[in-house]
């Protein structure tokens, strides 16, 4: 069974940095391209970054685009969102996601609140 469980989410202040963790199980971690998305109260679940298997090919949002480093460690089965210079509108909560299948998973999502 495929389990996604993201942490490290917080609040912080407008400059500041978080790092977001999900740690994954009941697959073969390496082989499948992972993403982190977020939503906003009251907008849609945008896509933020991916991250392909081998950690070859790495895409993101313009918005978060030199802000933001999304990276893995296939020995621990994680993958991580590095997010710097955070600003309100990153407020929002974040998920983990996988395509496995044709079916899509996601975590639980961890909170992230950037304000002063």
């Known amino acids: 069974q495929v389990q996604l469980v993201e942490s490290g989410g917080g609040l912080v202040q407008p400059g500041g940095s978080l790092r977001l963790s999900c740690a994954a199980s009941?697959?073969?971690?390496?082989?499948?391209?992972m993403s982190w998305y977020r939503q906003a109260l009251g907008k849609e679940r945008e896509l933020v970054a991916t991250?392909?298997?081998?950690?070859?090919?790495?895409n993101y949002a313009d918005s978060v685009k030199g802000r933001f480093t999304i990276s893995r460690d296939n020995a621990k089965n994680s993958v991580y969102l590095q997010m710097n210079s955070l600003q309100p509108e990153d407020t929002a909560v974040y998920y983990c996601?996988?395509?496995?299948?044709?079916?899509?998973?996601w975590g639980q999502g961890t909170q992230v609140t950037v304000s002063s």
């Open positions: 991250i392909t298997g081998g950690s070859s090919i790495r």
């Open positions: 996601h996988v395509r496995r299948l044709y079916s899509d998973y």
């Open positions: 009941g697959f073969t971690f390496s082989t499948y391209t």
